[in-house]
Antibody
Framework: EVQLVQSGAEVKKPGESLKISCKGS????????IGWVRQMPGKGLEWMGI????????RYSPSFQGQVTISADKSINTAYLQWSSLKASDTAMYYC??????????????WGQGTLVTVSS | QSVLTQPPSVSAAPGQKVTISCSGS????????VSWYQQLPGTAPKLLIY???KRPSGIPDRFSGSKSGTSATLGITGLQTGDEADYYC???????????FGGGTKLTVL
């Protein structure tokens, strides 16, 4: 069974750094893209970016380029989403998900369970 | 404002049928495949439909998808209380070079 398991909830202060993770299992992690999606409280889904673990090639949404960093460690089947300086507006649920990429990004399946990030002073 | 427009809410009685629309443009729905997701309360989204009208393994045939021009539609028949959820459409936008989601539709089964 293909599974994505994310790290636990985080509570941080503005200005702090953070790295959350997503571990894949049940498939050849290196050879499939993996991505991140944000859901702010009570709001819809927003695509952030994807990474190909075999060579760490990334594609970012223009809305998130420069705001976050997506990385992966193929030796431990894990993808990461990180912030260097959190803002209160980064408070959200963050999902990892495996995209189907056929030139363009077509669909996401499966999804991780989500990591809640709360940024508050 | 989302690039893809969905009605904020729809409702129907158990056993009935409902449709959820997703309206876009030639830069997104008009020239790319559409997917649909179900997000039950407090859970992660789940893929329901991909490539406009295909169902992943395990998704019942009560769920269907279609696309015409720059609009797509999700249909759900034989409504059950367990279908109460938020539903999102999704596609690629060639002008934005980004994945775009609809704003979501909350389904209430009365």
């Amino acid at each position: 069974e293909v599974q994505l398991v994310q790290s636990g909830a985080e509570v941080k202060k503005p200005g702090e750094s953070l790295k959350i993770s997503c571990k894949g299992s049940g498939y050849s992690f290196s050879n499939y893209w993996i991505g991140w999606v944000r859901q702010m409280p009570g709001k819809g889904l927003e695509w952030m970016g994807i990474i190909y673990p075999a060579d760490s090639h990334t594609r970012y949404s223009p809305s998130f380029q420069g705001q976050v960093t997506i990385s992966a460690d193929k030796s431990i089947n894990t993808a990461y989403l990180q912030w260097s300086s959190l803002k209160a507006s980064d408070t959200a649920m963050y999902y990892c998900a495996r995209p189907m990429v056929r030139g363009v990004i077509d669909w996401f399946d499966p999804w991780g369970q989500g990591t809640l990030v709360t940024v508050s002073s | 404002q989302s690039v893809l427009t969905q009605p904020p809410s729809v409702s129907a009685a158990p056993g009935q049928k409902v449709t959820i629309s997703c309206s876009g443009s030639s830069s997104n729905i008009g020239n790319n495949y559409v997917s649909w997701y179900q997000q039950l309360p407090g859970t992660a989204p789940k893929l329901l439909i991909y490539d406009n009208n295909k169902r992943p393994s395990g998704i019942p045939d009560r769920f269907s998808g279609s696309k015409s021009g720059t609009s797509a539609t999700l249909g759900i028949t034989g409504l059950q209380t367990g279908d109460e959820a938020d539903y999102y459409c999704e596609t690629w936008d060639s002008s934005l070079s980004a994945v775009v989601f609809g704003g979501g539709t909350k389904l209430t089964v009365l």
